[in-house]
């Protein structure tokens, strides 16, 4: 641990969340300084430096946006995360309005996402993926071919955005080192798939479940493409409102297309972006997909040889998992980006339909882990490995490598136990995997029948629930309001 280590304050009345988060945050480098409660973390406030201050939103006795008020009312320069389980678009706003992050702790990686591009200086790094060269530990400096820092950036304004630039000579070998994991023929196929993407330079739309690797997928097609030596730019679109997405597309200074191509500002800037991924296209609010539109017609032009000088030579990715041809019916997202969007598509399979990768995916997220971590963890508990094995990963391998990264965290000895595992895992054996499949029941309608089981055997109770169900409560009221709304008249 530095001198220079950012003190970040951590609130949450949720003891074991907030000391596990504590635990990584102190190994990444930061300087944790706990509170349960936000009176508590006040009086902290009063007394120490913060840099940064993350607070959940439910608390006994005040919420994580009046504790987040007054906090900066005490250092207004603070920076400040809004970390919730029972988060809505309401609260989302509110918290924009306060200057603050918003992620919901059933999106976990976003915020660890977020949080690994922070070091302890408070400056965003850019980690390259370099052959036979492992990351530097904790503390030591990384070699300069591993690690590029962006020392003019706002620190605080990463959102989504994650930049990787790639220095090796051979395509395919940088596609390899990204490490898509998995043997069975699904996964073959799609490494294929991703090799003849790399190489056409044209519009790629990635079609999965939450959880999947698409923006993995993504990075791939990139780095085997003859854009590789150029940025990759990853904006999810869910993330912002109308406004702000502008501005991550179109820059700061206007927001406006025609402006940011005469200042060069945003994805024009001189700093070139190679590879566009729009995640969550679908969430694209319609007057932003008249942007985009105009983008791919100058786009186009510039391809076709047009004497206009727009200067846009990127290629747009796109992932989704939904069926935009459904959104097109229902008028959310315009035909004519649609048709010029999927002319290629690429679809990952989820973890269920290929359990045989379960295990090859373990060893590579343990490996990773007790070595970023630095924990004298070498072995995994047979029934763990089959309780794991048995389990249908909803989340899949998102969900997977959350686990792994937690056991390694909690593991007090030198081998992953079953008391290491989410609650879920802890009781019978067969209460971790979701509801047997019904004969021809789609995976909708065996979601639909399972929440409605859980919530009827807990007499209606939405905390416990969620918490059955390892869900937030923010996305269990989601799941029940379409529920409700799908229901006949």
């Known amino acids: 641990m530095t001198e220079k280590a950012k003190r970040v304050l951590l609130v949450d009345d949720e003891e074991k969340l907030l000391k596990s988060i504590a635990q990584r945050m102190k190994v990444l480098g930061f300087f944790p300084i706990t509170a349960t409660n936000g009176m508590a973390a006040i009086d902290i406030a009063m007394k120490n430096t913060i840099d940064l201050a993350i607070v959940d939103l439910q608390m006994p006795d005040m919420d994580g946006l009046v504790t987040i008020t007054k906090l900066k009312e005490i250092h207004p320069d603070i920076k400040t995360v809004l970390l919730t389980g029972h988060g809505n678009e309401k609260v ?47 503390g030591v400096a990384n070699p300069a071919n591993e690690i590029e820092i962006h020392p003019h950036r706002d620190p605080f ?52 479940e939450p959880g999947t690797g698409k923006e993995l997928a993504a990075r791939a097609i990139h780095a085997g493409s003859l854009r590789r030596k150029h940025r990759f730019l990853a904006i999810n679109c869910a993330n912002f409102g109308n406004e702000k997405l502008a501005r991550q597309l179109l820059g700061y200074k206007s927001g406006n297309l025609s402006e940011a191509i005469r200042t ?37 032009s510039q391809r076709s040889g047009s004497a206009a000088d727009t200067n846009i030579d990127i290629r747009i990715l796109v992932a989704t998992d939904t069926d935009l041809s459904k959104r097109v019916k229902a008028g959310s997202f315009k035909k004519a980006i649609y048709d010029r969007l999927t002319l290629f598509e690429l ?37 763990v490995v089959k309780r794991l094995m048995d389990y249908d990963f909803p989340g899949n391998v998102r969900e997977l490598e959350h686990i792994v990264e937690r056991a390694v965290i909690l593991a007090d000895g030198n081998t992953i136990q079953r008391k290491h595992l989410p609650e879920r895992f802890l009781d019978d054996p067969t209460s971790a995997r979701p509801l047997a499949p019904r004969q021809f029941s789609t995976l909708a309608e065996m979601e639909k029948h399972y929440i409605v089981e859980v919530l009827k055997a807990n007499h209606g109770n939405k905390s416990k629930t969620s918490e059955t169900l390892g869900i937030s409560r923010a996305a269990l009221w989601r799941k029940l309001k379409q529920l409700k709304a799908e229901q006949p008249g």
């Open 92 to 138: 989302k706003q509110a918290t924009e309005s306060l200057n603050a992050l918003y992620f919901e702790k059933d999106e976990m990686g976003s915020f660890w996402g977020f949080i690994k591009k922070l070091n302890a200086d408070g400056k965003v790094v850019v980690i390259r993926p370099t052959a036979g060269v492992s990351r530097a530990p904790v």
């Open 157 to 208: 304004d990463t959102g989504d955005r994650i930049e990787r630039r790639s220095t090796g000579t051979n395509r395919f070998a940088d596609i390899d080192h990204l490490r898509i994991v998995g043997e069975t023929p699904a996964m073959q196929e799609l490494r294929k798939d991703i090799e003849r993407a790399a190489s056409l330079d044209c519009r790629v739309t990635l079609r999965g």
């Open 264 to 300: 060069r500002d945003g994805i024009f800037g001189a700093d070139q972006v190679g590879t566009l991924l729009l995640d969550q296209v679908e969430e694209m609010p319609l007057s932003m997909q008249d942007q985009l539109q105009s983008i791919l017609d100058m786009a186009d």
């Open 347 to 383: 679809t990952i399979p989820p973890l269920r339909e290929r359990r045989d990768d379960i295990h090859p995916l373990l060893r590579y997220f343990f490996d990773k882990y007790r070595q970023e971590l630095g924990k004298p963890v070498n072995s995994i508990s047979p029934e």
